[in-house]
């Protein structure tokens, strides 16, 4: 028997709805691009100051790849996390993270590196991809740019984030890429099964439905065959020894749920380290509703111990 959803995690769900957002795959690309700023966007940047944040440009495959660095006060060198945000690799900006990235920069310690990676449809797989390895080898040979140690980095993300951050670290491991000390998969895409027993059980979501995951792949995907690929959904990988330590946060009423617990043991069966954090009345995107859900804000501290844990 499944448990309930959060009580306050249910009333923003309640608001939300309130709104009458129709449901991602409903709406147009831009349409959606707009809500998801606005919803999961920076009503909580004046309350959470960092040391600095700074929007710089990177030179990417393909044209410039924008950066926001926030960074700790004091003089470092900081361990470093590539952040990549979510949505569906089809929506959501810099501003989208504004929150998640600055509590973790805060909570962490860490300087964070979030970066606008192209998106689906104009920039199709793998183009999103390849601008997430560009910002990687770029902040492995520059960490004294931003005060960051090269020898501490990560790579993080949520969803589609958590999709690329872990596709990221097969990319470094396949192509002799910088060595990751650990990757943060918060409710990532791993799979493109979408009849998994929790889709079975969210398919209308909430937050997020069977349909929008659909829809978010045929937008990322050139063509079918580009769901098997292994970039794409990282838990089709044959093998996953010799990757980065992991932690991956999953939640009980989210589609994705069971494609994240299932790379979980997938890498954890190749030997390598991971932690799972799981949290059944949750549903998907809750880190970025911190500050409405003490829940949310505990998992959140529980999450950053480990990673900090990681990157010692």
């Not at 700074?54 to 952040?83: H, K, L, S």
């Not at 970066?115 to 990687?136: G, K, M, S």
């Not at 494609?259 to 009345?281: C, H, N």
């Amino acid at each position: 028997m499944s448990i309930p959803i959060d009580p306050q995690l249910q009333t923003v769900i309640d608001e939300i709805a309130s709104r009458g957002i129709p449901r991602w795959h409903a709406l147009s690309v831009s349409a959606g691009r707009k809500i998801e700023d606005t919803t999961f966007g920076t009503d909580d940047e004046p309350s959470l100051p960092v040391g600095a944040v700074q929007d710089i440009g990177i030179d990417g495959p393909n044209g410039e790849i924008p950066i926001r660095m926030y960074r700790p006060a004091g003089d470092g060198p900081f361990p470093t996390i590539v952040y990549y945000h979510g949505g569906g690799w089809t929506l959501g900006t810099l501003d989208s993270v504004e929150t998640i990235c600055r509590r973790l920069t805060r909570q962490a310690g860490c300087v964070v590196l979030s970066v606008d990676y192209r998106l689906a449809p104009e920039h199709p797989f793998p183009e999103p991809l390849d601008d997430a390895v560009a910002a990687l080898d770029w902040a492995s040979t520059h960490a004294d740019v931003f005060f960051g140690d090269p020898d501490r980095l990560a790579v993080a993300g949520t969803s589609a984030g958590g999709n690329l951050a872990a596709a990221v670290a097969l990319h470094a491991r396949e192509f002799d890429g910088p060595k990751i000390e650990t990757q943060l998969l918060l409710y990532p895409a791993t799979g493109s099964d979408f009849s998994t027993e929790s889709y079975t059980n969210n398919t209308e979501g909430p937050l997020l439905t069977r349909d929008d995951m659909i829809w978010f792949f045929e937008q990322y995907c050139r063509t079918p065959v580009d769901q098997y690929n292994p970039f794409v959904a990282p838990l089709l990988t044959p093998n996953l020894s010799d990757l980065p330590p992991a932690t991956i946060v999953t939640a009980g009423h989210d589609p994705l749920r069971d494609e994240g617990r299932q790379y979980a043991d997938r890498l954890s069966d190749a030997g390598v380290d991971v932690s799972l954090f799981d949290y059944p009345s949750m549903t998907h995107g809750f880190l970025s509703l911190v500050s409405d859900v003490d829940r949310a804000a505990d998992a959140f501290e529980e999450i950053v111990a480990d990673l900090q844990m990681r990157l010692v």
